[in-house]
C-alpha cells in the first residue's frame, strides 16, 4: 500500500470498506441471506431452510447449469483461439491495420448485447448458415460477445513482451513457427489464463442476448434464474443464483491457480 502512516492506512481501509460494503459486498449477501429464507416481510429474513438448494441442485436447474458450463467452455475456448491469433496476427500489422482490428474486436462490447444477439439471430436464421433454433447459436453469440476480452488481453501482453526473447531464438535457428510455440505463447500463458477465465466469467452471467437466442432444449442458467424469479419464486432464484456465482468462482480459482503457476515457470 502507497499510504505510509498509521492514521493514513486506516482511513484508505476505512473508505474501501464503506464503499465496497454496500455497493459490492451487501447485494451479494442479500442474496445469500434470501436463498435460506422462507419469508422476508421485514428489514430482515425470517426463517431458515435448505429446501432451495433441492430445486437449485436438480432437474431443470440442474441441465441450465450443465448447459451454462459448456457454452461457456466452449465460448471461452473458441473466443481465445481465435482472439490470440488475431492479436498475434494484428502485431505484425501496421498502425492503420491494428487500429482497424482493434475496432473490430471491440465493436461488439461498443454496442448493448442485446444488439448483439438481434445480429446473430438475424444473420444465421436462414441458408446457407442455418444456426436458428440451436444450441450453436447460442454459443456463437457468446462468443462474438467474449472475443473482444480476449483479444484486447492477449494484445496488451505482445506489447509488454521483450524483444529479445524472440531475436535470441531466432539467431539460433529456431523457425518462426517454433519461436512462436516454444518461446511467444509460454511467455503470453499468464495472460492467455486470465483472459480464458474472463471470459468464462463473462460468459457464465450472459442474459439480454441469450434471451433472444435460446431454444427451449438449451436453456442456461441466468435464464433458467429470470424465468423462476419471474413466476415469483425469489428464494428458490437467490439459491441458483448462489450456485451459479459458486461455481463460477470455483471456475475462476482454478483458472487462477494455473496463471500463477504460469508465472513463475
Not at 15 to 39: D, E, G, K, R
Request: aromatic share 10%; glycine share 6%.
Amino acid at each position: 500500500m502507497l499510504v505510509h502512516s498509521r492514521g493514513g492506512r486506516w482511513a484508505t481501509w476505512t473508505v474501501f470498506f464503506a464503499l465496497f460494503l454496500p455497493v459490492f459486498a451487501l447485494p451479494l449477501l442479500v442474496i445469500v441471506a434470501a436463498s435460506f429464507a422462507t419469508n422476508w416481510s421485514g428489514a430482515f429474513p425470517s426463517g431458515f431452510t435448505t429446501g432451495h438448494y433441492g430445486a437449485a441442485t436438480t432437474g431443470d436447474s440442474l441441465q441450465a447449469l450443465t448447459t451454462s458450463l459448456v457454452t461457456a467452455l466452449t465460448a471461452s475456448v473458441i473466443a481465445l483461439t481465435v482472439g490470440a491469433w488475431a492479436a498475434l496476427a494484428a502485431a505484425a500489422l501496421k498502425k492503420g491495420g491494428r487500429r482497424f482490428m482493434d475496432a473490430l474486436f471491440v465493436l461488439p462490447v461498443a454496442v448493448p448485447s442485446v444488439v448483439v444477439g438481434l445480429a446473430v439471430l438475424v444473420a444465421f436464421s436462414k441458408p446457407p448458415v442455418l444456426l436458428n433454433g440451436t444450441r450453436w447459436i447460442v454459443i456463437l453469440a457468446h462468443t462474438v460477445l467474449v472475443m473482444a476480452f480476449a483479444y484486447q488481453s492477449v494484445s496488451a501482453a505482445i506489447l509488454r513482451l521483450d524483444p529479445m526473447y524472440e531475436q535470441a531464438a531466432a539467431s539460433l535457428g529456431a523457425r518462426p513457427l517454433l519461436v512462436l510455440w516454444r518461446v511467444k505463447l509460454p511467455l503470453l500463458l499468464p495472460s492467455l489464463t486470465a483472459a480464458a477465465g474472463l471470459c468464462f466469467a463473462l460468459s457464465m452471467g450472459e442474459l439480454s442476448a441469450t434471451m433472444m437466442l435460446y431454444p427451449p432444449d438449451w436453456t442456461p442458467l441466468p435464464v433458467q434464474i429470470f424465468a423462476i424469479t419471474d413466476r415469483g419464486s425469489l428464494f428458490t432464484g437467490a439459491a441458483v443464483a448462489v450456485v451459479l456465482m459458486a461455481t463460477t468462482l470455483l471456475v475462476l480459482l482454478g483458472v487462477s491457480r494455473i496463471r500463477t503457476k504460469a508465472s513463475f515457470r
